[in-house]
């Protein structure tokens, strides 16, 4: 069931009763949503001011597309991308916290401190750059802590677990117990689904969700159109908002604080039905 929790923005202590749905803009060419894909100013535009009037709690801004086979992106042209994203974003709304999408310290770093951000989404839970966790605590800013093996490259071919659920709730207690010693005191914990997890793997930890409650951290919930959706009903990610609502409502039965997607109405309206429920 879902708890109420707190996060410091930008030094200001906000309490959350309800889970908060976080809107997906891609400022990349490959993205692999289509329709997500943003680089163009105005299309950038069009789809923030959507959001913003569906009910985005939060923005989750990226520049370099994780999924397998992706390009590689430098972290010049990674901040390049984001200088853009975030200089639109602020001249439509200046106060919707923001998330930025990198595993890169450097990366988090600018869009923290010089673009607006406010929170750091790390993929790689602090595994690719050795600078992460420390710059996080520098920065006295939120960090949502992802479970992932390898790298988008190699992820899916590191799907061997004893017990996925336990194995990633392991994991993540590890690299938890390291942010709390470098004083980072608001983590989101995000399991990963779709990451160095097999279609089974990932309705495996979909059941056992509740178990994530242990961390004593926010949960973020991620399958937005993912291929656990797409691959179990054999259907392309444009057809697949009817699964991601589906599972999403599922989520939140389990706990779920954040839900991370490419359809903020239809989230925000599964978050109100949820919320009229329990």
């Known amino acids: 069931m ?22 997906i803009i891609n400022v990349t060419p490959d993205s692999f949503f289509k329709i ?17 009037a569906d009910g985005a709690d939060f923005i989750d801004m990226g520049a370099y597309s994780s999924r397998p086979g992706a390009a590689d992106v430098d972290p010049a042209e990674e ?13 439509i ?9 990198t595993f890169r310290s450097e990366v988090a770093r600018v869009a923290i401190e010089e673009l607006g951000a406010n929170i750091v989404n790390d993929i790689s839970g602090g ?16 960090y949502i802590l992802m479970h992932m093996r390898g790298t988008p490259a ?45 279609t089974e793997q990932n309705f495996e930890m979909m059941r056992n969700l509740q178990q994530f409650e242990a961390l004593g951290c926010p949960l973020l919930v991620g399958i937005s159109r993912k ?14 908002l009817a699964g991601t609502v589906a599972l999403d409502a599922f989520a939140l039965t389990q706990g779920a604080a ?21």
Do not use: C, W
């Open 227 to 240: 291929s656990m959706i797409t691959r179990t009903l054999d259907i392309d990610p444009a057809d697949a």
């Open 258 to 278: 954040f839900l991370r997607v490419h359809d903020v109405l239809e989230a925000v309206q599964t978050v109100k039905l949820f919320m009229k429920t329990f």
């Open 79 to 91: 901040i390049a991308r984001l200088r853009v994203g975030m200089k639109v974003l602020r001249s």
């Open 127 to 142: 595994s690719l750059d050795q600078d992460m966790f420390r710059t996080v605590a520098r920065l006295k800013v939120p």
């Open 154 to 198: 190699t992820m899916q071919s590191l799907t061997d677990y004893s017990d996925v659920t336990a194995d990633v709730i392991a994991d993540l207690s590890v690299k938890l117990r390291e942010l709390h010693l470098l004083g980072v005191a608001d983590v989101v914990v995000d399991p990963g689904f779709g990451f160095s997890k097999t």
């Open 2 to 23: 879902f708890q109420p929790f707190s996060l410091n923005i930008g030094g200001e202590l906000r309490e959350y009763s309800r889970p908060q749905v976080m809107g």
């Open 36 to 52: 997500s894909r943003t680089m163009d100013e105005d299309a950038l535009a069009s789809r923030i001011e959507r959001f913003i």
């Open 93 to 101: 709304d200046p106060q919707i916290p923001v998330s930025i999408d």
